[in-house]
T-cell receptor
Framework: ETGVTQTPRHLVMGMTNKKSLKCEQH?????MYWYKQSAKKPLELMFV???????ENNSVPSRFSPECPNSSHLFLHLHTLQPEDSALYLC?????????????FGDGTRLSIL | GENVEQHPSTLSVQEGDSAVIKCTYS??????FPWYKQELGKGPQLIID?????GEKKDQRIAVTLNKTAKHFSLHITETQPEDSAVYFC??????????FGSGTKLNVKP
């Protein structure tokens, strides 16, 4: 149990669908992250939130829309995705930004775009 | 930005042998270097980390060394066991928790 829970674990969707990924952390952390993990590529940082405020958008296409209603929850809303968006999407959390802290990862959502 | 290179991409060792994974980084301002282990179907799990004011850190069978001058750091696993088989990732960060990850090393420990 990592303290970071992601749902669903697997998601298959068509390119015209709209779906959302959910992340919840039970560690009392204030910073949350979305990463994309594709085969044979380094983890790609997508978004960073600190105390519910977005601090980083790493040039992510607008078909990915994050939402952070509070420090414990993070969502990634998906719409009109492309086949190259198929990947493992990982959520992570850390105590805070501004002072390097370990990031704790969930087990990810495996997304397949048909 | 930072560029982290990790070698080898795959590593196969006999149970009981040692395994070494190496990473280099490009930004001399990087000051935090975590290592993660990712098992099949799981997310990356932090196994050890080191900050730039320390040259070496050990935790049981795992150790990490850092050479700031050469800008490289290494993960050492001694007395490897089959349960050490996984993908290992290094990362570098200089501030605000923006991690730059290596491309991973798949470690296979043969019984």
């Amino acid at each position: 149990e990592t303290g970071v829970t992601q749902t669903p674990r697997h998601l298959v969707m068509g390119m015209t669908n709209k779906k959302s990924l959910k992340c919840e952390q039970h560690l009392g952390h204030n910073a949350m992250y979305w990463y994309k993990q594709s085969a044979k590529k380094p983890l790609e940082l997508m978004f960073v939130y600190n105390f519910k405020e977005q601090t980083e958008n790493n040039s992510v296409p607008s078909r990915f829309s994050p939402e952070c209603p509070n420090s414990s929850h993070l969502f990634l809303h998906l719409h009109t995705l492309q086949p190259e968006d198929s990947a493992l999407y990982l959520c992570a959390s850390s105590q805070e930004l501004g002072n390097n802290q370990p990031q704790h990862f969930g087990d990810g959502t495996r997304l397949s775009i048909l | 930005g930072e560029n982290v290179e990790q070698h080898p991409s795959t590593l196969s060792v006999q149970e009981g042998d040692s395994a070494v994974i190496k990473c280099t980084y490009s930004d001399s301002a990087s000051n935090y270097f975590p290592w993660y282990k990712q098992e099949l179907g799981k997310g990356p799990q932090l196994i050890i980390d080191i900050r730039s004011n320390v040259g070496e850190k050990k935790d049981q069978r795992i150790a990490v060394t850092l050479n700031k001058t050469a800008k490289h750091f290494s993960l050492h696993i001694t007395e490897t066991q089959p349960e050490d088989s996984a993908v290992y990732f290094c990362a570098a960060s200089k501030d605000f928790n923006k991690f730059y990850f290596g491309s991973g090393t798949k470690l296979n420990v043969k019984p």
